[in-house]
Structures are given as C-alpha cells and as structure tokens.
C-alpha cells in the first residue's frame, strides 16, 4: 500500500469522528445555554404551584397569547395558576383559542379587582373564589363583606356558595346577606355546603322557589331548628359555578 492511502486510510476515522463530535456539540448545547433556553421559554409565569402551562394543549398563536397574559399577571403580583387551569379547562372542552384568551383576560381582570376587595394577604384560592364571583355579577363590596365574616379561616367556601346561589337566579344583596349572616353564625362550612345544596334543588323549579328555600335554611340555621348534614368526607368541597 502507498504511503499516500495509509495516510488517507489513517485520516478517515479521525475526520469521522470530528465531525461526530462537532454534530454531538450542536445537538447537545452546554448547560449555561440550555438554562438561557429554558428561561426563555419555562420563566416563572409559566409554572405555578397550581398548575403548569402545557404549551402543546393549544395552537400556536394561542399559545403565544396565553404566555403574554401570563407574563402580564405575575408582573402584577396575580397568581398565574388560576388562569393556567382555566385556560386548560378550556383546552379540555375544545374551546377555540379566542374564547379561551377571552376567559383567561377576564379572569385575570378579576383576579385584580378581588386582590383589592379580599387584601393582600388573600390566598391563590380564595383571589380565585373572588374573581369568580366578580365574573359572575357580584360586586366588590360583596367580597369584601363576606370575607370579614372569616377574619380567622378561610373564606374560599363562602365565596364560592355566594357565586353559585346568585348564579341560581338569587338576588345579589339577598345572597350576600344569606352566606355573610351563616358564615357569622357558624364555625364550620357545612352550614354554608348546605344552603348551595338546597337552593341548587330548589332552583330548578324556578328562582322562586330557590329564593324561598334560601329564606327557610337561613332562619333555620340562625335559630338552631336546622341542623346541617354532616358531610360525608372531612374534605368535602363546594361546587364552583362554570366559566360562562
């Protein structure tokens, strides 16, 4: 063999390899890179302890979106899980992207307005339980009411039960009045779980109906004649109304 083809022979693995080397580099960034592109992408309003944002769930333009929202609300202090669930939810209904984007500015606009009327020291889940009462017609003033019957406790469930009672055809002020007074009066949520439960029945033979029966559970509750069920599980939770 020529001197020549044992050098040819000689360099063939060598340029192999360097080329496999240089594709492994681009293929495989260094760490410091990755961390940029992960940042990039993953940054704080992308993931919260309520729930991760799964940019595959939507298409791209609403993906985009949804990342903007998101970078808009952790910059003024909203917590982003709430929104990240109810854009979610709305993936899971195969909602179209717009009316996803319309559910998660409004909520977001409401996470504001409940952050002024529960204070500052609100929890995630009781900003959430506001701002959903808010998109359900009820004002601020009502928030702030029925969270001053919880100074102690939390007072997720009453708002919660507010939100649903007057989404059943109620008044807002006669709900307000109703949660606010059973919140006042009793220690535990059972008594509260139980008048959505009884006006949830009732209200399907029309508001009426769900008016009185919310009328008839509270004066039975302030007197002591009704007597709360005794829920079936200690985690028992109230049911949240549906994003209209």
């Known amino acids: 063999m020529s001197p020549r083809a044992r050098t040819t022979l000689w360099l063939a693995p060598a340029l192999a390899l360097g080329l496999a080397l240089q594709l492994l580099t681009i293929a495989i960034p260094s760490p410091l890179a990755a961390a940029s592109r992960v940042h990039s992408a993953d940054t704080v309003y992308v993931r919260d302890a309520q729930g991760q944002f799964d940019a595959a769930r939507f298409d791209t333009l609403t993906a985009n979106a949804l990342r903007v929202l998101l970078d808009d609300a952790a910059a003024k202090g909203l917590p982003t899980g709430p929104l990240i669930n109810r854009a979610l939810e709305g993936a899971a209904?195969?909602?179209?992207?717009?009316?996803?984007?319309?559910?998660?500015?409004?909520?977001?606009?409401?996470?504001?307005?409940?952050?002024?009327?529960?204070?500052?020291?609100?929890?995630?889940?009781?900003?959430?339980?506001?701002?959903?009462?808010?998109?359900?017609?009820?004002?601020?003033?009502?928030?702030?009411?029925v969270r001053a019957t919880r100074q102690n406790g939390t007072a997720v469930t009453a708002l919660v039960v507010l939100a649903d009672v007057v989404k059943r055809g109620v008044p807002t002020m006669t709900a307000r009045e109703a949660v606010a007074t059973i919140a006042r009066n009793t220690r535990s949520d059972d008594a509260l779980l139980g008048l959505q439960s009884t006006v949830a029945k009732n209200s399907q033979?029309?508001?009426?109906?769900?008016?009185?029966?919310?009328?008839?559970?509270?004066?039975g509750t302030v007197t002591g004649t009704l007597s709360p069920s005794t829920p079936e599980t200690s985690d028992r939770q109230p049911v949240r109304p549906p994003d209209s």
């Open 93 to 145: 209904r195969r909602v179209g992207g717009q009316r996803i984007l319309s559910v998660v500015r409004a909520h977001a606009a409401a996470l504001v307005e409940a952050k002024a009327a529960l204070g500052e020291g609100s929890t995630v889940a009781e900003l959430d339980a506001g701002a959903t009462a808010l998109r359900a017609g009820i004002d601020a003033r009502s928030l702030t009411v």
């Open 205 to 219: 033979r029309g508001p009426g109906m769900a008016l009185d029966a919310l009328n008839r559970y509270v004066r």
